[in-house]
């Protein structure tokens, strides 16, 4: 497993791979919006990190790195469960310098589990326009 920075050349298989990560695990939600485009509005001014496995980009991650705050960590469907999001999850834990934080839709009970086994805990709970959240931290 290599995590590696994003580059410009990831663009076009990230959008994919967001899009269908989101339609795989949001099932919840009216997809019929979502476009391509939508990984480039919701990544922009982030550090994007990239994991490559057996030469296949499987997933990434985005960090808004001045909160500690990850808006973002996506694996390929056909790759869930290959450690992926795992190292992706631990490199940017690395990367913290106090309290991080994420936000997870209370519908995605997979994504929660993950975190959780992660050593992340429920702080809070909110309202976003995908429906409620939870407010989860690390503690460095």
Known sequence: MIIRPYTEADRPFL???FLAARRHSW??????D???????????GERILVA???GH?????????????????????EWQGSGAGSALLQAVQR???STGALKCLA???????????????TVAQGESEQGEYLLMHFVL
């Open 107 to 121: 519908e995605n009970l997979q994504a929660q589990s993950f975190y959780k086994k992660h050593g992340w805990r």
């Open 34 to 44: 979502w476009r391509l485009e939508d990984f480039d509005h919701a990544t922009l």
């Open 57 to 77: 980009r499987v997933g990434f991650a985005a960090v808004l790195e001045q909160d500690n705050f990850l808006h973002s960590l996506f694996v390929d469907p």
């Open 15 to 17: 959008r994919t791979l």
């Open 52 to 54: 490559e496995l057996e």
């Open 27 to 32: 099932t919840w939600l009216d997809d019929s």
């Open 95 to 97: 990367s913290f310098t």
